[in-house]
């Protein structure tokens, strides 16, 4: 049993010369290529997450400069309404007034033109119904004046005159 | 035969010939063909499964990955610090050697070579010189000196303390190498005990053999199953370990 646990040196020197060998060679022709690999792989994946990661912000930055442009345009658009209301608001008062005036205007126009007017036809009116009354008259006084009547009537008159102004009796002194 | 010669001829090294380098005579036995085996797959199928880009590859890559991170991220940074990317070869190297050479004892005809002493012993021995490299190259050889014995310790006690940690830098690897070699051999000892019953219980009667002999074959299955797991752990706790010292000696707290 000996045997067992009795180390030969020879096979020693062959486990440490082997090892050594292995370490050196396997350090060179497998751990470097692997941890290379991995390496490379977790600098990829760190560089795309990184990639990844400023892609988010960027787009996040755009939104909010969307969203910060998108109020401004709101507010600008309820300003130029606002504004636009104001202006139609004092275009509609300055229409009204000014057709107010005019009207005014046309008003009085009309109405200086109807009182013109109607001074004109009242006028012509007396005139024809002086001139008619004349004509009537005239003839009312053609058909009732005949002889006799006209010398009653200038004996009348002339009666009513001499006693009026006797200074200018015929005859009588 | 008795169970002695039993278990020689099943765990103990088979040595076919030797040859001379110096004063080491140098063997060539079935343990270093398991070595050599577990080398060449490591220095053959990985490199080839690593740098493949074909999909049917892709689990085995994703397997080698998820343990080489594994050591990297809960093994060596924990204890080694930022320093653990330049020592990541030596413990991933260290953890797939002996797991191959755990797995390769599974193998019918195997050998496990970590069930030898001589196999332990020398990885143990490379653990040695790397704790005392990193604490050397870390703090400079004065201060790692001065830094063997924990902070706090009353002045008095360093005459004392200070070979008793010399003395635990030795044990600390001495204990690696036990602990690898007695895990590995144990399942095999109790396998190998398991089948034996088969023929103590046959010598009494052929028919009691017969009996116990699905017992047996069920019990062996078990520890197999064991012994993969121990194969995978054994492997881990060698590493862990490794680190653990390792980073203790390149910082002193």
Redesign the interface.
Known sequence: ?E??????????????A??????V???K???????H??EERERAIKHDRQTAESARAGAEKLKAELEAKMTELKAEIHRRMDEARQAAEKEKDLLISEARKSAAVIVEAATREITAQKAEASAELKNKVAELSILAAERILLKQIDHRANTDLAAKYLAELEKERPDLKLGAN | MGLKEILEHHITDKIWAWAALGPLRLPFSKHLLMMGLAALILLVVFPLVIRSRSSVLAPFRAMIEIIVLFIRDEVLVPNLGHKAGAYLGYFATLFFFILFLNLLGLVPYGATATGNLAVTGGLAFTTFMLINFAGIKEQGPLKYFAHIVPKGVPGWLYPLLFPIELIGLVTKAFALAIRLFANMIAGHIVILAFISFIFIFGSLSAAVGFAVAPVSVGLVLFTLLLELFVAFLQAYVFTFLTAIFTGAAMHPH
Not at chain 1, 3 to 16: D, K, Q, S, V, Y
Not at chain 1, 18 to 23: E, H, I, M, N, Y
Not at chain 1, 29 to 35: D, G, S, V, Y
């Open positions: 049993m045997a067992l646990i009795r180390p030969e040196f020879g096979l020693m020197f062959w486990t440490i082997c090892f050594a060998l292995l370490v060679v396997l350090s022709t497998a751990w470097k290529p692997l941890l690999a991995v």
